[in-house]
């Protein structure tokens, strides 16, 4: 998106930088982020490869700005289903993970050799949990607390300043998990052959947890 208040310079840059991130998308796509190489990337947009690092200092440089766009992307369209059911946040979530497999990977699949992700991205997948963790106090509370609602008592430090009962921190991380589960398969094509619809797997999945 454009800003008004840019200079031409800078508008420039940041046309540079998203031309950039689109190829290192395609590659990864195409092999992986192990084989993501910036010299590569600027044979494909014309420049040197010390040219390119005017862009992106690194190669992790490049990585969290990707990680960034995936994050704030999933934020983005989980708050724009804010008021949802649980039903349907897990359709706005499997809907944005299918739309890029590459990118739900990126964030959610297998960590990246080296690589740390900034602190900043764990409070934009705060913003994330904060939507789940409303959605399911919105739900009755099952008075008969489990050995893990117990445990939550006292290591909720992820949740935030949120004043929800151990209980709904608990259906929040299960909706999750089992969300994750059902969609990182589905992903990775191991449901391929099993010829099932992995949609009404997930519908099932969210009526255990609503019920329990």
């Known amino acids: 998106m454009t800003n008004p208040g840019e200079s031409p310079r800078e508008r420039y840059r940041a046309q540079v930088r998203e031309e ?58 989980v708050q724009a289903a804010a008021g949802a059911d ?36 764990t409070a934009i997948s705060n913003e994330i949990m904060t939507v789940l963790l409303e959605a399911c106090a919105a739900l009755p509370v099952d008075k008969t607390a489990t050995p893990f609602d117990v445990h939550l008592d006292t290591h909720r430090d992820w949740a935030g300043d949120n004043p929800a009962p151990s209980a709904t921190l608990h259906r929040a991380l299960s909706f999750w998990t089992r969300l994750h589960g059902v969609v990182s398969l589905e992903l990775a094509g191991h449901f391929t052959g099993m010829k099932f619809d992995p949609a009404l797997l997930v519908a099932d999945e969210l009526d255990e947890l609503t019920e329990r």
């Open 20 to 77: 950039i991130k689109q190829h290192a998308w395609e590659q990864i796509a195409a092999a992986g982020v192990p084989a993501l190489s910036l010299n590569a990337i600027a044979k494909r947009v014309g420049m040197s490869g010390p040219a390119l690092y005017r862009y992106f200092a690194s190669r992790d440089d490049l990585i969290t700005a990707l990680i960034r766009d995936a994050y704030r992307s999933l934020a983005d369209t």
């Open 86 to 121: 649980l039903a349907g946040l897990a359709r706005a979530i499997r809907d944005w993970a299918r739309a890029d497999p590459q990118r739900y990977f990126l964030i959610y699949g297998t960590p990246v050799p080296g690589y740390h992700a900034p602190d900043d991205t």
